[in-house]
């Protein structure tokens, strides 16, 4: 293999086949490019294919590494498994059906509750034990039983840890959870990685089997993982150690989400024969940025120290921006992003960070103002829009009839006019109706009709291609009909029930119902990441700086760098969070290719109040000679920048 384009550390990355190793990439280092051809050289080797796993964190990246791999071995077909850690699991449980059923008492068919559907059953929970959602609100106790599955903990062991009222409570809601996932045959997202974990150290002759399937481990983003993840990958390698992690513990951001950096910097303990690469050299942005960011996370003392370095050129230098309000933050942001069009700058390669969601309407309501295309990323997911999960619903059913969250979801959608008792009593004995056209005879006509279009849905979903049955749904339910009705978005509704055909044609080429089955999965997966689905991507792109991660722009604006905002308030006196408040500005910085604008305001209007503001502390710790400072009373004047 031509080894040629690679830099002297990415060639000696790739060659490093046998024994544990740790490639640490700084951010455009050329790490998917390192990764990509070491998955290549591999099967050049003569390694098989099946014999080697990529897990990646999003399905954008595994997508991105298959093309690659494909294109560097010129020909299709035959790839390695490359693709989530929750997609793995989802193999593994769908495979493993016997052992699935004795340990979690749920069938192969089993449903995948998304973060919306897990939301639906606690609050569902929560009305059943007669608690109130203010003292127990559902996105707390959410996260309470994502961290509890995480960590490995049943019920049981919850129970058993629990030392106040609060936590005793979020045991028996967790034990009703597990029994409602059960009665609905469902795993959640934590499940479907914990609940390998389990099945793994539950059933030694199956993790024996896995181990000798995937000899050759490869982890991208490995500062990301959490517990259960660290668990599986330590199983899964154990008796070969071929295990490459890669990441950058300087980017590691998301420990809200109970993923531990420290995974990353233990791995030299955890495989003492490890072998440590760092890619250090920056193909991405100016040499001043890179300064900029080297300068910054050296303040840090948790992680691995490197220092990036770039043959570009200095570039300008990092333009500071204060601004007396929120307001004119906005507008200075909106006038700049003007200027850079007029020069040139396509309004794609620009991009507006904020540390928190609330910080976006001000900046929204100006670029309107000017007539400035923009998207937000991660906002309002795709697949979380009420519509879609409607269509999901229907599809889900007809995938499996006996999908019990699906048909509460659709029972009266479109209205059909089955009341409210009759809903009950069809909810309650759904199993036996569907199974049993005797007993559905004895039903009013409303709930009887329902039942059997969903049967001859199913009929239907082993007949037709993805894309066939979709317009077969909405033709027999008058779906888009009902939505053109609504007074409230009901064209733009419409319309994104109609983009699903954009995705389905993709599945169309799998027999039927394998092309359903597997559109379900990829859904019910992408549920997982922090990203929009990508449709027609224009304008400005708008986002926190936790979705910034992966991402790269030409000219980047980061906002809001006060103290409270960045580093944010609740970091404050915690050492670990507050160094993560510093990776997180890092990301930032080093999303930028050419330029970046830093913009704070002395007072600021947030969630109803006004506050006065301290520039953030973060910005004295970037040299003095790499930033031109310019205030708002200068900025009025002359546009200089």
């Not at 995705?503 to 997982?528: H, M």
């Given at each position: 293999?031509?080894?040629?384009?690679?830099?002297?550390?990415?060639?000696?990355?790739?060659?490093?086949?046998?024994?544990?190793?740790?490639?640490?990439?700084?951010?455009?280092?050329?790490?998917?490019?390192?990764?990509?051809?070491?998955?290549?050289?591999?099967?050049?080797?003569?390694?098989?294919?099946?014999?080697?796993?990529?897990?990646?964190?999003?399905?954008?990246?595994?997508?991105?590494?298959?093309?690659?791999?494909?294109?560097?071995?010129?020909?299709?077909?035959?790839?390695?498994?490359?693709?989530?850690?929750?997609?793995?699991?989802?193999?593994?449980?769908?495979?493993?059906?016997?052992?699935?059923?004795?340990?979690?008492?749920?069938?192969?068919?089993?449903?995948?509750?998304?973060?919306?559907?897990?939301?639906?059953?606690?609050?569902?929970?929560?009305?059943?034990?007669?608690?109130?959602?203010?003292?127990?609100?559902?996105?707390?106790?959410?996260?309470?039983?994502?961290?509890?599955?995480?960590?490995?903990?049943?019920?049981?062991?919850?129970?058993?840890?629990?030392?106040?009222?609060?936590?005793?409570?979020?045991?028996?809601?967790?034990?009703?959870?597990?029994?409602?996932?059960?009665?609905?045959?469902?795993?959640?997202?934590?499940?479907?990685?914990?609940?390998?974990?389990?099945?793994?150290?539950?059933?030694?002759?199956?993790?024996?089997?896995?181990?000798?399937?995937?000899?050759?481990?490869?982890?991208?983003?490995?500062?990301?993982?959490?517990?259960?993840?660290?668990?599986?990958?330590?199983?899964?390698?154990?008796?070969?150690?071929?295990?490459?992690?890669?990441?950058?513990?300087?980017?590691?951001?998301?420990?809200?989400?109970?993923?531990?950096?420290?995974?990353?910097?233990?791995?030299?303990?955890?495989?003492?024969?490890?072998?440590?690469?760092?890619?250090?050299?920056?193909?991405?942005?100016?040499?001043?940025?890179?300064?900029?960011?080297?300068?910054?996370?050296?303040?840090?003392?948790?992680?691995?120290?490197?220092?990036?370095?770039?043959?570009?050129?200095?570039?300008?230098?990092?333009?500071?921006?204060?601004?007396?309000?929120?307001?004119?933050?906005?507008?200075?942001?909106?006038?700049?992003?003007?200027?850079?069009?007029?020069?040139?700058?396509?309004?794609?390669?620009?991009?507006?960070?904020?540390?928190?969601?609330?910080?976006?309407?001000?900046?929204?309501?100006?670029?309107?103002?000017?007539?400035i295309p923009y998207q937000?990323?991660?906002?309002?997911?795709?697949?979380?829009?009420?519509?879609?999960?409607?269509?999901?619903?229907?599809?889900?059913?007809?995938?499996?009839?006996?999908?019990?969250?699906?048909?509460?979801?659709?029972?009266?959608?479109?209205?059909?006019?089955?009341?409210?008792?009759?809903?009950?009593?069809?909810?309650?004995?759904?199993?036996?109706?569907?199974?049993?056209?005797?007993?559905?005879?004895?039903?009013?006509?409303?709930?009887?009709?329902?039942?059997?279009?969903?049967?001859?849905?199913?009929?239907?979903?082993?007949?037709?291609?993805?894309?066939?049955?979709?317009?077969?749904?909405?033709?027999?339910?008058?779906?888009?009909?009902?939505?053109?009705?609504?007074?409230?978005?009901?064209?733009?509704?419409?319309?994104?029930?109609?983009?699903?055909?954009?995705?389905?044609?993709?599945?169309?080429?799998?027999?039927?119902?394998?092309?359903?089955?597997?559109?379900?999965?990829?859904?019910?997966?992408?549920?997982?990441?922090?990203?929009?689905f990508p449709f027609l991507?224009?304008?400005?792109?708008?986002?926190?700086?936790?979705?910034?991660?992966?991402?790269?722009?030409?000219?980047?604006?980061?906002?809001?760098?006060?103290?409270?905002?960045?580093?944010?308030?609740?970091?404050?006196?915690?050492?670990?969070?507050?160094?993560?408040?510093?990776?997180?500005?890092?990301?930032?910085?080093?999303?930028?290719?050419q330029e970046v604008y830093?913009?704070?305001?002395?007072?600021?209007?947030?969630?109803?109040?006004?506050?006065?503001?301290?520039?953030?502390?973060?910005?004295?710790?970037?040299?003095?000679?790499?930033?031109?400072?310019?205030?708002?009373?200068?900025?009025?004047?002359?546009?200089?920048?």
């Amino acid at each position: 293999m031509d080894l040629s384009k690679l830099n002297e550390k990415q060639k000696e990355a790739v060659r490093q086949i046998e024994g544990p190793l740790l490639l640490i990439a700084g951010p455009g280092s050329g790490k998917t490019r390192t990764l990509t051809y070491r998955l290549a050289y591999l099967m050049e080797k003569n390694i098989s294919a099946k014999n080697i796993l990529a897990l990646t964190f999003t399905n954008k990246a595994a997508r991105e590494m298959k093309e690659r791999i494909e294109k560097l071995l010129g020909r299709k077909g035959n790839l390695p498994f490359c693709g989530t850690f929750h997609s793995l699991g989802v193999r593994i449980l769908r495979k493993e059906n016997k052992a699935v059923k004795e340990l979690f008492q749920r069938k192969s068919n089993f449903i995948i509750f998304d973060k919306q559907d897990s939301l639906s059953l606690i609050k569902k929970i929560l009305k059943e034990l007669d608690l109130s959602s203010e003292q127990f609100n559902p996105n707390v106790v959410a996260s309470h039983l994502s961290f509890a599955k995480i960590y490995l903990k049943s019920p049981a062991d919850y129970a058993e840890e629990s030392q106040n009222f609060f936590e005793k409570t979020i045991s028996k809601i967790y034990q009703k959870y597990e029994e409602k996932l059960i009665e609905y045959g469902a795993f959640d997202f934590e499940d479907l990685i914990s609940k390998t974990v389990i099945l793994f150290l539950k059933k030694p002759d199956i993790l024996k089997k896995y181990q000798e399937l995937f000899k050759y481990i490869l982890i991208d983003e490995y500062q990301d993982t959490n517990f259960s993840q660290y668990q599986l990958i330590k199983l899964l390698s154990k008796k070969y150690q071929n295990v490459c992690a890669v990441g950058d513990d300087q980017q590691a951001i998301y420990g809200f989400r109970f993923a531990s950096f420290k995974n990353i910097l233990n791995f030299e303990k955890d495989f003492p024969k490890a072998k440590v690469i760092f890619l250090e050299e920056s193909y991405r942005s100016t040499q001043n940025i890179i300064e900029a960011a080297n300068s910054l996370i050296s303040h840090n003392i948790f992680q691995k120290p490197k220092q990036l370095w770039t043959k570009n050129k200095p570039g300008p230098p990092l333009w500071l921006i204060e601004t007396s309000s929120e307001k004119e933050e906005a507008k200075v942001i909106a006038d700049k992003i003007k200027e850079l069009a007029e020069r040139g700058t396509l309004l794609k390669e620009i991009a507006i960070f904020f540390r928190i969601n609330a910080q976006s309407r001000t900046i929204e309501e100006e670029l309107i103002k000017n007539n400035i295309p923009y998207q937000i990323i991660g906002a309002f997911k795709f697949y979380e829009r009420k519509e879609i999960k409607d269509i999901l619903a229907y599809l889900k059913l007809s995938l499996n009839p006996e999908d019990k969250a699906s048909l509460e979801r659709i029972i009266n959608l479109p209205p059909r006019g089955i009341g409210k008792i009759k809903k009950e009593i069809i909810i309650a004995n759904f199993k036996n109706l569907i199974k049993n056209k005797k007993e559905r005879e004895k039903l009013p006509s409303e709930g009887r009709n329902f039942l059997n279009l969903i049967d001859d849905f199913h009929q239907k979903s082993k007949e037709y291609n993805l894309t066939k049955l979709i317009k077969y749904i909405l033709e027999k339910t008058n779906y888009l009909a009902y939505l053109e009705k609504l007074e409230k978005d009901g064209k733009s509704r419409q319309e994104n029930v109609e983009e699903i055909f954009s995705i389905a044609y993709n599945f169309d080429k799998e027999k039927p119902p394998r092309g359903l089955s597997l559109f379900l999965d990829s859904v019910s997966l992408l549920q997982q990441e922090a990203d929009d689905f990508p449709f027609l991507k224009k304008g400005v792109s708008l986002m926190t700086l936790h979705a910034a991660k992966g991402l790269e722009f030409k000219k980047v604006f980061i906002t809001g760098l006060e103290d409270g905002l960045l580093p944010y308030w609740k970091s404050k006196n915690k050492e670990e969070e507050y160094e993560e408040e510093r990776r997180l500005f890092y990301v930032g910085l080093t999303r930028a290719s050419q330029e970046v604008y830093l913009t704070y305001a002395e007072k600021r209007l947030l969630f109803g109040e006004f506050s006065l503001s301290k520039p953030s502390p973060f910005l004295q710790e970037i040299p003095s000679h790499l930033i031109t400072f310019i205030s708002t009373s200068f900025f009025k004047k002359k546009d200089e920048i």
